[in-house]
């Protein structure tokens, strides 16, 4: 019962936020300078072309009456036709979104690993100079943003040493066989080892460039609190009864010391998927953020309201699942 | 009888400097046998039990002396060899019963992991063993405890289950570093007759840091008293509550509080009595540094 209720609070807040969120991207994109008509019709137009189209797309009413009409689409399923694509909204976004959920994931899964492994390096050899090298690396990955870091691997791999490849999801010469979007799940579950090697060479720099900056804060935080942990009494009366250090580290410590860390992947994961806006963009990979500047050069109105409220969607997710693992994994809260 | 841990010339200093926090340690504890070490907070009672377990923190270091443990000398010993002989042997009961359990597992597991993981026993035996020691610490409802996590018992709780596991393995050395010092007075005294109790049917050796005297008269056969890292009189309880040798100790009995005279009792130690026993340290500090 009590489950229950909190679940359906916490639907009823998710929708609240997600109200919120169309409401805002609504208004601030209407009051933006910047007409899509205006971008859709060649020179020249006569001012009766720009009167029928703006009549076409509603935009000759006022805004809060195209609010409810947009709304009232959205609430049936509709989000409206894209105007630069002229296409419906919310095929098009389902469409990107696998590759940007792909890229995000794999960038998610890479700053884990190496966030984890370098923490876990650094309090194993704590107050040495693996530990300095650890902190260095820490503040290298931190002080140089996602963008750059991107820029800095197209040059090293893609440049000097092309290893990987720098533009596009996957080679355009490559037939494919795929049913859904999410190629690099499709391929192994089809056991196509072949475009999956592509794929993942496609996606190994973009990714690469999100996960440093997040492995960085990963790697600095479980430090951090990996050795606080290590100074409790239960740990130490755990080395007392014959464990070595690296399974004290491992079994008495990590499990409690992950849990700060667990809540800041949920908050910088989120940061992440913004942060594929701009990194699709430079690697021309087809996902959700590469369409999102589209939309906004195209003032294509529909379209970025749709690729938002999906965002927004996304991160309400992602919070979700953030709080659900949380309590799985801190007996503490499980019955709060 | 043997003695079961041999203490000789055990100093320890902080990493890099001269001065030292351990100052020519040397005792030895019989099996069987239950030695006090009592002396102010800062006198490096607890520094002793950390330095036999091998759980020192990392800026002290052991500069001299030796720890003979079941006759091995552990400074000599390979560092994996001496955790594994540590862990198979002796046990320590914590001071703080609420910090002292891992707060995201469960009580079983705590108990049991020193016996399947370093003693190699099966997980059913350890669990029947784990079920025989919280029934000897008295505690009621073993399995449902057996399935708690810490943060579902009481501190008294807590203890007892620290207890159970710091006896899981049969040890023959407990060392108790101040294990009532966090309790509240009612569920003190329980706990020290149940250490006492679990001491007396195991036979086995063990170490009783406290600041407490009252205590070492009821669980203790012999005590040493430490001031400034220092042993200063070595004596057996009888002797010792007779009339301690040494200044020192003698100011620090008539400084416990003693319950027939609350008010007459609460006496600091006399300063001159301080200025006396830190001169002596540094005397045997000089006699130290001339001899090494």
């Known amino acids: 019962m009590k489950l229950l209720r909190a679940t359906l609070l916490r639907l009823l807040t998710m929708s609240v936020t997600l109200i919120g969120v169309a409401v805002v991207v609504f208004f601030v994109i209407r009051v933006v300078p910047g007409n899509p008509i205006a971008m859709m019709l060649p020179p020249g137009a006569t001012e009766d072309d720009v009167a029928r189209l703006t009549a076409l797309y509603g935009l000759d009413k006022s805004i809060v009456e195209q609010f409810v009409i947009w709304l009232g689409g959205v609430l049936q399923g509709d989000f409206g036709t894209s105007i630069s694509l002229r296409q419906p909204v919310m095929p098009l976004v389902l469409g990107r979104l696998p590759a940007t959920l792909e890229l995000a994931i794999f960038a998610l899964v890479i700053a884990v690993i190496v966030g984890g492994a370098l923490a876990l390096t650094g309090v194993r050899h704590r107050e040495t100079r693996t530990e300095t090298a650890v902190d260095v690396a ?22 000097l040493m092309p290893i990987f490849h720098i533009s596009g999801r996957i080679s355009p010469s490559l037939d494919l066989p795929f049913v859904t979007q999410f190629y690099v799940f499709e391929s192994v579950a089809r056991l196509r080892f072949d475009l999956w090697w592509d794929l993942l060479k496609h996606m190994f720099m973009p990714a690469l460039a999100l996960a440093i900056p997040l492995a960085a804060i990963i790697s600095q935080l479980l430090k951090q609190s990996l050795k606080e942990t290590m100074h409790l009494d239960y740990v130490t009366l755990s080395r007392t009864k014959g464990y070595s250090e690296n399974h004290v580290i491992l079994s008495e410590a990590l499990p409690n010391a992950m849990l700060p860390t667990l809540t800041l992947i949920g908050v910088q994961f989120t940061f992440l998927i913004g942060g594929t806006v701009i990194i699709e963009r430079l690697f021309s990979y087809e996902g959700l953020g590469n369409m999102a500047i589209d939309a906004v050069i195209n003032r294509d109105l529909p379209l970025i309201q749709g690729i938002v409220i999906v965002f927004a969607l996304l991160f309400t997710i992602i919070n979700l699942l953030v709080d659900m693992m949380y309590a799985v994994l801190n007996p503490r809260l499980r019955h709060a | 009888m043997t003695a079961f841990l041999t203490v000789t010339n055990l100093s320890a200093a902080l990493h890099g400097y001269e001065q030292r926090v351990l100052r020519s340690v040397s005792f030895s504890i019989d099996t069987g046998e239950v030695l006090g070490l009592v002396g102010e907070s800062g006198a490096g009672k607890s520094m002793i039990g950390k330095a036999i377990l091998g759980i020192l923190p990392s800026a002290i270091e052991i500069i001299e002396g030796e720890i003979l443990l079941d006759g091995q000398d552990l400074e000599k010993m390979k560092p994996a060899d001496r955790r594994r002989l540590i862990g198979a042997t002796a046990a ?79 040890p023959k050395l407990v060392i108790a570093d101040e294990p009532t010092t966090a309790l509240d007075v009612t569920v003190q005294k329980q706990i020290l007759r149940l250490i006492r109790e679990l001491q007396a049917r195991h036979a086995t050796a063990m170490v009783f840091v406290t600041h407490d005297l009252g205590v070492v008269s009821k669980i203790c ?12 009189e070595n004596s057996s309880v009888a002797e010792f509550f007779d009339g301690p040798k040494h200044a020192y100790s003698r100011a620090l009995l008539a400084a416990t509080p003693k319950y027939t005279d609350p008010e007459a009792s609460l006496l600091p130690v006399d300063e001159a009595v301080i200025e006396a026993a830190a001169a002596e340290v540094l005397a045997a500090d000089r006699e130290w540094r001339h001899g090494g």
């Open chain 1, 138 to 159: 820490n503040g290298v990955g931190l002080s140089i943003p996602d963008f750059l870091w991107a820029l800095i691997l197209i040059v090293l791999f893609g440049v």
């Open chain 2, 92 to 170: 320590l009961i914590p001071q703080d019963p609420l910090t002292a359990l891992n707060p995201s597992r469960r009580i079983e597991p705590q108990i049991t992991n020193r016996l399947v993981d370093i003693l190699g026993w099966t997980k059913a035996d350890a669990r029947v063993r784990a079920l025989e020691l919280l029934n000897e610490v008295h505690i009621d409802n073993p399995e449902r405890v057996m399935a708690s996590y810490p943060h579902e018992l009481s501190g008294g709780m807590r203890q007892r289950v620290l207890i159970a596991s710091a006896f899981a393995a049969n």
């Open chain 2, 221 to 232: 056969q012999r005590l040493s008293v430490l001031y400034g890292g220092k042993i200063v």
